[in-house]
């Protein structure tokens, strides 16, 4: 049995399986895809899934129904999550775990509605007022969006963080045949519920990487729960070293537990180019790399990035492309100061990459 | 609970200014609480930016500090799942003032028409109190503040009247000082449904230094704009509702699922480009395609291009089909390019030197290398054009078997009469060249 689908369903059956319960949504194209399988299928499975009038009021709600201990997602483009940073901010701060699907389109601003684009990463890895890092998952396939959607709501309970899973208009409106038994299921993952052993508090830690264990509003712990500077228990305050270290412990419970949510693929041949690429662009890297037998490296994280393992990729090529449809070379921007000297950045807009495009530039070089 | 102030700090302990409002409130909200007999979990205060954000740490329940303008929505987020998925006692109420009720009013709004079973107090001093006394959208008509020196031109909106349109089915106005304030929170609390008072106040920080006022002047201030109000309204609220229209029938998730019928042997991959109007069949056509390539036992894919509207301009899909998989979807030589009008043609033309064979509309070009065909003589049926061109595909190149894209037609189609007709004439049409 196969089903003719587009990304958009499969991220919407993969976040289902991965235990989502909440869904806000508001109409955007190339996002749409996700809301409105969300609508339909979250009340079958006993779900809430809901109308926004807005893209702040989808991602508040959200907010709300996975502080009440709900897993929780929405889904947007470029204008509607630029609506979002402020709340997102908030989730980083109060720690709350919510997934973000973030479905790019040509920017800025309304850009092309309905024109694929990967000009998002830099925004999405420093949307937030503080600049405190956040998880950025990509696909690289259509049928990849069911594994790595359940991995970036595991990678949000767990870490107690918001999640942006980013993608593409090509990825989630493309529709493909797929083999349902092929699709990738990753263990599901929950946060980790205070236990009732010693003293509650919203924040606590030991090691500035911990995660907090999580009790709901509602639940039989009194909660307080703040967007605002505070300390361990959640009280708003100033000038008191536990407030700093809780910021810091914000940093160090994403970057100190990289490992748990890296993600890549990585085709090594005898060849002495490697092609670096992440989301739609992916497939056309994987087709012409095998027909010119060159190594490629497939992000599927792309924020954080750990650095010394990407070094000791990099290190054995002596010519390096990073691929990606966006004017800036968001990825290129991320990663060159580790890419050697012989690195290029080839990109474009307005259309795919194709795989021929990419042969002519590596028959350039 | 057998004291209040097991549940709220003493006054004494409050950082608000000597004669502020958010004192009377407080005190009123928690005696509310108390006289309710509530559990401390049971209570969730969630508030926004401003004065009004420091009530957390006076209450000894959940405390949610938000957003400005963002608590309501936040709060309704909380709501919504204690509401349909938990046992629905989590009394939630929200403590926002006059200016986060004017940066978050839709919120306010949609809470009010969706009836979230949340309680809002908007503490309305008229001004922003904590960034210095600035006017905000409750401001009224002829008062004071740091940005009204003159005296405010504007009247004040009318929070209540708003709600009540949107939908509250529980609204009330009056002020702090008001003996009644405990008795009507009270109330709201125990409505299920949103429910809103709008209760005015003095900011003695700021409305003082710029207003020759005190606080018996609220009373009069009250009268003069509508005066106090309590209705009560009875409606179903966000969760019963939910929970009635839609936990009615469990199903699995609903895919095109597809069954493959025989398995075609296909040596290279097939590339397709359909190019026509909106509303004339494209995408559905190539999804039929797609389909009848899985009942055939290979892969597809179909990647679409619109304009912003779906219903006007071109409609253009490229389709793969290929025993293997297939990675890159987009298509850089068609083997077949289909022309179905002039919006079509516009939009592919840097595909036609590269097509190998073009099949397009008859009135769209003379030129004799094309297979000029009379798809859109059909355009009074469904999706005619399209579904004839691909019956010409289908007659002169036989791509595959084309019993399986009627199979295709008749189990996923629509109006699968008039286009089973087109493509057949196609098809007979195709078979002749």
Request: hydrophobic letters at 40%; charged letters at 25%.
């Amino acid at each position: 049995m196969k089903i003719f689908t587009s990304g958009g369903e499969l991220i919407a059956k993969g976040a289902i399986d991965a235990g989502v319960r909440f869904f806000a949504g508001y109409p955007i194209t190339p996002a749409s895809v996700i809301y409105e399988p969300m609508m339909r299928e979250l009340p079958k499975v006993e779900g809430i899934a809901v109308g926004a009038s807005d893209e702040i009021s989808a991602i508040s709600y959200c907010i709300g129904a996975s502080l009440r201990g709900i897993k929780s997602m929405t889904a947007t483009s470029g204008p509607g999550f630029s609506l979002m940073i402020e709340s997102l901010s908030y989730a980083i701060m109060s720690e709350i775990p919510i997934t973000i699907v973030l479905a790019q389109r040509l920017g800025p601003a309304t850009g092309g509605a309905t024109t694929s684009s990967q000009g998002d990463l830099l925004f999405s890895a420093f949307s937030n007022s503080g600049s405190y890092p956040l998880p950025i998952i990509s696909p690289s396939s259509i049928e990849e969006c069911y594994e790595l959607i359940i991995h970036s709501v595991n990678v949000s309970e767990f870490l107690r963080t918001p999640v942006i899973f980013l993608t593409e208009k090509e990825i989630t409106m493309t529709k493909k045949s797929i083999d349902l038994n092929f699709l990738k299921k990753p263990e599901v993952l929950e946060r980790k519920y205070f236990s009732g052993n010693g003293q509650f508090k919203t924040y606590n830690f030991k090691d500035l990487k911990d995660v907090p264990d999580f009790s709901p509003v509602g639940g039989e712990f009194l909660t307080r729960y703040t967007g605002s500077a505070h300390d361990k228990k959640g009280d708003l305050k100033k000038d008191d070293p536990e407030v700093i270290e809780v910021l810091y412990h914000l940093k160090e419970k994403i970057l100190k537990n990289i490992d748990k949510f890296l993600f890549y693929e990585y085709f090594e041949r005898n060849s002495d180019i490697l092609i670096v690429s992440y989301g739609v662009t992916s497939e056309s890297v994987r087709e012409i790399a095998e027909l010119k037998k060159v190594s490629y490296l497939i992000l599927k994280t792309l924020y954080p990035l750990k650095e010394e393992f990407l070094k000791s990729i990099f290190e054995k090529y002596k010519k390096i492309i990073v691929v990606e449809e966006n004017i800036m070379g968001n990825l290129y921007i991320l990663i060159r100061h580790l890419l050697g000297t012989k690195a290029y950045s080839l990109t474009k807009i307005g259309s795919l990459i194709s795989p021929g495009e990419i042969k002519n530039f590596l028959e350039s070089i | 609970m057998k004291d209040l102030f097991e549940i709220i700090e003493k006054p004494q302990n409050f950082p608000y200014c000597p004669g502020c409002g958010h004192t009377s409130i407080d005190m009123a909200l928690a005696r509310a609480i108390f006289e309710l007999n509530l559990e401390k979990k049971d209570v969730l205060i969630v508030s926004d930016i401003g004065c009004v954000g420091l009530v957390d740490k006076l209450f000894n329940v959940h405390t949610l500090h938000t957003l400005h303008g963002r608590s309501t929505a936040i709060a309704s987020g909380v709501k919504m799942v204690d509401e349909v998925l938990f046992d629905n006692q989590l009394k939630t109420i929200v403590m926002i003032g006059d200016g986060g009720a004017t940066i978050g009013l839709l919120h306010l709004v949609e809470s009010a028409k969706l009836n979230v079973d949340i309680t809002v107090l908007v503490h309305n001093n008229f001004l922003y109190g904590m960034t210095g006394g600035q006017h905000s959208g409750l401001t009224p008509k002829e008062f004071k503040t740091s940005t009204t020196i003159r005296g405010n031109p504007f009247e004040a909106l009318r929070i209540i009247d708003i709600l009540k349109n949107s939908g509250a089915s529980f609204y009330a106005r009056t002020f702090s000082q008001d003996p009644d304030l405990k008795d009507i929170i009270k109330e709201a609390i125990s409505h299920r449904g949103f429910s809103v008072i709008e209760i005015l106040e003095l900011c003695t920080g700021y409305a003082t230094r710029y207003n020759d006022i005190k606080g018996n002047d609220l009373k009069i201030i009250l009268e003069n704009s509508g005066g106090k109000i309590k209705e009560k309204i009875e409606r179903e609220s966000f969760g019963l509702l939910y929970k009635s229209k839609f936990f009615d029938k469990k199903s699995e998730f609903e895919f095109t699922e597809i069954e493959a019928e025989r398995k075609i042997n296909l040596k290279n991959p097939i590339k397709i480009v359909i190019a026509g109007s909106a509303g004339e069949g494209v995408q559905l056509a190539s999804s039929l395609l797609c389909i009848s390539a899985i009942l055939g036992g290979l892969n597809s894919t179909q990647k679409n291009d619109n304009p912003v509207t779906v219903g006007s301009g071109f409609s253009v899909s490229e389709i793969i089909i290929k025993d293997g998989d297939i990675k890159y979807t987009g298509i850089e030589e068609p083997d077949y390019l289909i022309i179905t009008s002039m919006d079509g043609l516009k939009r592919v033309k840097g595909f036609i030197e590269r097509s190998k064979n073009i099949i397009i509309d008859e009135s769209l070009t003379d030129n004799k290398n094309f297979i000029r065909v009379p798809a859109r003589k059909y355009i009074k049926l469904r999706g005619g054009p399209t579904y004839f061109s691909l019956g010409v595909l289908f007659g002169k190149f036989n791509p595959f078997d084309f019993e399986l894209y009627e199979k295709a037609i008749l189990k996923y189609g629509k109006a699968k009469d008039e286009t089973l007709t087109c493509f057949r004439e196609g098809l007979n049409f195709g078979r002749k060249l």
